[in-house]
């Protein structure tokens, strides 16, 4: 067998998203664990990624201390996708599943489960993603006592009987609604099986209690369950998922992507998912953030030859204006050109949302949500005339205006902006506008609209 007959496999790193309600602090738990493995320095740090970033073993290991020994571990780490919410969760498939291999919830313990909570289990659930939750705002309990550096069990034994009831009260109210939503749920140095059972992880991305707990239960996880999905060959052709459509000053249109499979290289050519035909395209440049870069110029970002899975980069390439958030990105390497782009289409195909000659129009940020979108409008029974990824633009107004029924008249927008002359031609056209970014609130919204526009009729 000559050489490039061979399979040569590593284990990439896990692909962790972080999901939840608004204000619960995802974002917040993100920037504490990229704050602390920064803040740990020298032991390989992390590397920031386009969209992501890269927490490697040592790093995790020297900040969970006695609850990560790297030597029970072959997985290099934990890959954190930086936009935090199920939004983009639910953006990011990859081959027939969720890009994310694994996630976290969190949920504000004084707050319990909201209606994003519940829409990001939900989505898990859907998609089989195996989560862990983080209960945070624990420094919030009166009284609370923290233990610094302390693993979180112990912190959590140290407290006042008050301060403990109450936290107590708030932690099982989520073990609770976990359960209610089909989930057997325990504090997570209680579980035994995480494949079966979610750990609950009380934190605080404020005082960073709970977060060495955190990325220990994250790495056992992997390791425990999931390494044979981490079994990739690296020096195969890249495969990744589009987080981003963005213009970049001195680039011009360029696509955020987590590579997840394979590598990819500067002049290869790729196929991605585009609005019409899959766009096959030259790869002008790979990019990653330079660390400290100034803002806004081109030199945010460095030039690398070749990325390897996973990953997440910058990729400048043309043609890239009808590029998809959330299609496929394929690099063609020593197979047709053909090949790839049935790849590609194969893919797409999988996500297409099922239109009727009558129904409401939708427009949602990625492919993901509008394909969540469709599913729940398809539970409702409400038809749909067109569903498309982008903005509200005239164009849309234009074509709900020709459904026949009132309340068909009717653009569902999901986390997208109404373009100003959209915005003009609403009236004129007697077309209704929804927007939300909350799926079922949406759903909910236009329902009650159709119930009281059937009640003024009678
Ligand atoms: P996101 O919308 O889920 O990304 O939430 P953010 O991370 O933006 O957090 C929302 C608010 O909660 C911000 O004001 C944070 O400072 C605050 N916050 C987040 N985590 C904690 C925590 O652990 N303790 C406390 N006291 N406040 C927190």
Do not use: C
Request: net charge negative.
């Amino acid at each position: 067998m000559s050489e490039s007959d061979t399979t040569p496999t590593a284990l990439r790193t896990p692909i962790v998203a972080v999901l939840g309600h608004v204000d619960h602090g995802k974002t917040s738990l993100l920037d504490t664990i990229r704050g602390s493995a920064v803040s740990e320095g020298e032991a390989g740090a992390i590397t920031q990624h386009i969209g992501a970033t890269a927490v490697p073993l040592e790093t995790i290991s020297d900040m969970a201390g006695s609850l990560v020994d790297p030597e029970d571990f072959d997985l290099p780490g934990l890959l954190f996708i930086d936009t935090p919410g199920h939004h983009s969760f639910s953006t990011l498939r990859s081959r027939g599943g969720a890009l994310a291999d694994i996630a976290i919830v969190v949920v504000d313990v004084n707050d319990g489960f909201q209606p994003q909570t519940v829409e990001a289990i939900e989505i898990l659930k859907r998609t089989g993603t195996p989560f862990v939750v983080a209960a945070n705002k624990i420094d919030t309990t009166p009284g609370w006592n923290p233990q610094e550096g302390a693993p979180i069990q112990q912190t959590y034994e140290a407290q006042s009987s008050r301060a403990r009831s109450m936290l107590d009260e708030n932690l099982y109210e989520i073990i609770g609604d976990l359960s209610d939503n089909g989930f057997s749920a325990d504090l997570y140095w209680r579980v035994q099986n995480f494949q079966k059972n979610v750990g609950v992880v009380p934190s605080s991305a404020m005082t960073s209690e709970g977060i060495p707990d955190l990325l220990a239960v994250l790495m056992g996880l992997s390791q425990r369950y999931m390494k044979e999905e981490m079994q990739i060959d690296v020096t195969g052709p890249g495969a990744g998922t589009v987080l981003e459509v963005k213009e970049e000053r001195g680039f011009g249109t360029t696509l955020d992507v987590v590579l997840y499979d394979g590598s990819i290289k500067e002049g290869e050519t790729i196929v991605v998912g585009g609005k019409n035909d899959p766009i096959v395209t030259e790869v002008r440049a790979l990019l990653r953030p330079r660390p400290n870069a100034e803002i806004r110029t081109e030199k945010r970002f460095e030039r690398v030859d070749e990325v390897t899975a996973a990953s997440g980069v910058k990729i400048a390439a043309p043609d890239l204006e009808d590029a998809m958030a959330g299609a496929p990105v394929r690099v063609v390497r020593d197979r047709p050109v053909d090949e790839v782009i049935a790849e590609v289409k194969r893919e797409l195909a999988e996500i297409e949302v099922e239109t009727a000659e009558e129904g409401v129009v939708v427009k949602a940020d990625t492919l993901g949500s509008l394909e969540a979108m469709a599913n729940a409008l398809d539970e409702a029974e409400v038809p749909i005339l067109r569903a498309e990824v982008g903005d509200v633009a005239p164009r849309d107004v234009a074509v709900a205006s020709t459904a026949n029924e009132e309340k068909h008249k009717v653009i569902l927008a999901f986390n997208v902006s109404v373009l100003k002359n959209a915005q003009e031609e609403l009236d004129k056209a007697g077309v209704k506008l929804f927007d939300d970014d909350v799926i079922y609130q949406l759903v909910e919204e236009y329902e009650a609209y159709v119930d009281e526009m059937q009640r003024a009729q009678q």
